[in-house]
């Protein structure tokens, strides 16, 4: 399906939408130091819109040029299915907030979305210079180099971390990243938090860690990262094991290997 959707002209559409989303990226290193800092909420909050706007106008009309009949997802903090056909979910500053505050972390995302299922992404990181890139069917790679998951089988062993989904998340999803994070301590060999989700998402694809998951969805900070995932080789499942979809409950991107007994820890928590 996917390969009757995208030929003839996959290699022109991953080409161009690679040199739209490292054009943004370019906007939003000239905007970059590592002395930024924001002193409250009124000058982060701008700081924020700032970024967002300036890449935006790069990044948006180039993948509209790039497939005019694909409708854009305006709502970065979007949640649930987008409806029939095609869709550009993009994050024109995803990792906004380590931006602004002059850190490492951050970068631009742009996937094509047909159907509900992502069918080609890029993602560029500005300060390493990384682009990682993944067409249903065709694998993923970092810098033209194919990318390949984790081999690991044992989840003692294992390297997992999970994300915020959002600032002021509804309690109850609250208290399962909480219970989540516990209970993973007490089996993985090492548990890590952070923003935005993307960029936890990639070591995964990469097999540089083992697994994420993260309660609540947000289609910006998953899309991109569950193809590459997913063309790495690794599952892409949601927190009861089923094939992860937008419409899910959340996600779980995982080495083949240690998937089951992820989701048996993450299932068991309600």
């Known amino acids: 399906m996917n390969?009757?959707?995208?030929?003839?002209?996959?290699?022109?559409?991953?080409?161009?939408?690679?040199?739209?989303?490292?054009?943004?990226?370019?906007?939003?290193?000239?905007?970059?130091?590592?002395?930024?800092?924001?002193?409250?909420?009124?000058?982060?909050l701008a700081a924020i819109e700032a970024n967002d706007t300036t890449s935006l106008a790069v990044l948006r009309p180039a993948l509209e040029r790039v497939r005019p009949e694909a409708r854009w997802d305006d709502d970065e903090e979007g949640r649930g299915s987008l409806g029939p056909g095609e869709w550009w979910v993009a994050d024109a500053a995803e990792g906004n907030v380590n931006h602004i505050h002059g850190a490492n972390g951050?970068?631009?995302?742009?996937?094509?979305?047909?159907?509900?299922?992502?069918?080609?992404?890029?993602?560029?990181?500005?300060?390493s210079g990384e682009t990682y890139t993944a067409v249903a069917g065709e694998g993923a790679f970092r810098n033209g180099e194919r990318l390949a998951v984790?081999?690991?089988?044992?989840?003692?062993?294992?390297?997992?971390g999970t994300g915020q989904g959002m600032p002021g998340e509804e309690p109850a999803i609250r208290r399962r990243m909480s219970a989540s994070l516990d209970a993973m301590l007490d089996r993985a060999l090492l548990v890590s938090a952070g923003v935005p989700?993307?960029?936890?998402?990639?070591?995964?694809?990469?097999?540089?860690?083992?697994a994420f998951w993260q309660y609540g969805q947000i289609r910006s900070g998953l899309v991109a990262g569950a193809l590459?995932?997913?063309?790495?080789?690794?599952?892409?499942?949601?927190?009861?094991?089923?094939?992860?979809?937008?419409?899910g409950e959340g996600f779980v991107a995982s080495a083949p290997g240690l998937a089951a007994e992820v989701v048996d820890v993450l299932s068991a928590i309600r």
């Open 150 to 160: 984790s081999a690991k089988t044992e989840l003692r062993a294992a390297l997992v």
């Open 3 to 44: 390969d009757r959707v995208l030929a003839p002209d996959t290699g022109r559409m991953l080409e161009e939408t690679t040199a739209a989303v490292q054009a943004a990226g370019r906007v939003l290193l000239d905007r970059f130091s590592p002395a930024l800092r924001v002193t409250d909420a009124r000058s982060l």
């Open 197 to 210: 989700a993307t960029l936890q998402i990639l070591p995964v694809a990469a097999g540089h860690a083992d």
């Open 228 to 247: 590459l995932v997913r063309e790495a080789g690794g599952a892409v499942l949601d927190l009861d094991g089923s094939p992860w979809t937008l419409a």
């Open 106 to 127: 951050w970068g631009v995302t742009a996937t094509l979305v047909r159907d509900a299922l992502p069918v080609l992404t890029v993602v560029h990181l500005p300060v």
